[in-house]
């Protein structure tokens, strides 16, 4: 499903049937009217953040308000407007369980960047925590049928008559969370040990206390983030992802569809090289397995490039840059403020005059000194700064030239 086609999501419990070891029984895909993502009113927030160090912790949190309660800022890795913003909310904790919802919120958002591409990608992430106090412990576990759940968020089991498809109040949720002045992801884990949570909706879900929690929020955000639908043989046969196809791998190449670009690559998912494996329901998958058919499995190549895809949807690769593109006087410094990655690998910038490569005068190319021109008077030069993310994991270079590039230029005037 492509973000913009209305109407339609997904609520995924976490691939149950296929943790073997505990017997569950096979997870439903349920359809509903809940939005695909939360963002945030354009040019608002709840206040103005001091920006904490590269993945500062809880305990250098800026403390903020919102409406209905107390926020923190618990990783600030840039400006909320180019960033996403995972909010964490949690539901059925009381005063005195604060801090177990704490705890649980880091252990949940650490699983999350612990798993590729998030690993790499998570400078593109900013953490927030929003401490909903729950008049008694707990969440709704049994059958609520025809009665409300006594929490804040609403926060239940039995969602849709799903034993284990825990489900959220939306509106609740994102009137806790508040407005963002950038794209935001709510993210709400209920004070339960109980398996369970949901992916696809407006609010990603999750047992917070559940041992398989960080498991769960890695498949989860799978469906919320990258949009990619469950490769399990008992998920109903629905190919509207792209992670999935109704075809097979010679019409897939022979057609370029779905993840034809792949086909015969090693995956690092351990599934073996991208194909169509033809599951129970008649869906092909690309590999033979991954996180999205078993929890704790990694993302196969095409739902890698599906989540990096779905992220440069929502920011762009240019933090900024200095002084402002267009005309100039003098021979200020220029410089461009690429996004930065976890590795050794970091955005290219490649600087041109009038056309013309030249060599940045910073070792990280990030700024270019124009005095070095020796520009004649009277003579005007175009300078050019292109930022580039040329990650392996992404082979659609139509999309890479429009949403993973930008270029900016300046003119000097010797």
């Known amino acids: 499903m492509a973000p913009g086609n209305p109407g339609r999501l997904i609520r995924s419990l976490a691939a149950l049937a296929l943790l ?14 809940a939005p695909f993502a939360v963002i945030g009113p354009a040019g608002t927030s709840a206040t103005d953040r001091a920006v904490p160090p590269r993945g500062g912790t809880a305990d250098r949190a800026v403390r903020l308000r919102t409406g209905t309660a107390p926020t923190f800022d618990i990783r600030r890795t840039g400006d909320p407007a180019n960033r996403v913003t995972l909010v964490l909310l949690g539901d059925g904790y009381t005063a005195d369980q604060q801090d177990l919802f704490r705890r649980q919120a880091d252990q949940a958002w650490r699983a999350l960047m612990d798993i590729e591409p998030f690993r790499t990608y998570q400078d593109l992430f900013n953490i ?3 401490e909903v106090v729950s ?7 049994g059958e609520i049928k025809g009665r409300r759940p006594g929490t804040p968020l609403g926060m239940h089991f039995w969602c849709e008559g799903t034993a284990r498809l825990l489900c959220a109040d939306e509106a609740a949720t994102a009137q806790y969370a508040g407005a963002g002045n950038g794209p935001q992801y709510l993210i709400a884990l209920a004070n339960s040990t109980e398996y369970g949570g949901a992916g696809g909706t407006g609010v990603t879900t999750l047992s917070g206390g559940s041992p398989d929690a960080g498991r769960i929020i890695q498949h989860e955000i799978g469906h919320t983030v990258g949009d990619l639908g469950d490769e399990y043989d008992s998920a109903p046969k629905d190919a509207d992802y792209p992670n999935l196809s109704n075809q097979g791998a010679d019409a897939m190449r022979r057609d370029h569809l779905k993840w034809w670009r792949w086909l015969g690559a090693d995956s690092p998912d ?47 690769p240019l933090d900024g840059a200095e002084p402002r593109p267009g005309r100039v006087t003098g021979r200020p410094r220029l410089t461009v403020r690429p996004l930065h990655l976890s590795g050794d690998r970091q955005l290219e910038v490649d600087w041109k005059v009038d056309g013309k490569a030249v060599q940045p005068s910073s070792p990280d190319h990030s700024w270019f000194d124009p005095a070095a021109l020796a520009l004649p008077a009277g003579r005007r030069v175009t300078v050019t700064a292109t930022v580039r993310d040329t990650t392996d994991w992404v082979r659609d270079e139509v999309f890479r030239d429009q949403h993973m590039t930008r270029t900016v230029s300046w003119v000097l005037t010797g």
């Open 20 to 33: 073997a070891a505990a017997a569950l029984p096979a997870a439903l895909e349920l359809t509903g009217p």
């Open 128 to 130: 927030r925590r929003v």
């Open 135 to 141: 008049p008694t412990p707990g969440i709704a576990e």
């Open 270 to 316: 351990g599934g073996g090289p991208v194909g169509a494996y033809r599951s129970a329901n008649g869906v092909y998958r690309p590999t033979a397995d991954s996180v999205m058919r078993t929890l704790g499995g990694s993302y196969n190549l095409p739902s890698r490039e599906a989540i990096i895809e779905q992220l440069y949807r929502r920011i762009s």
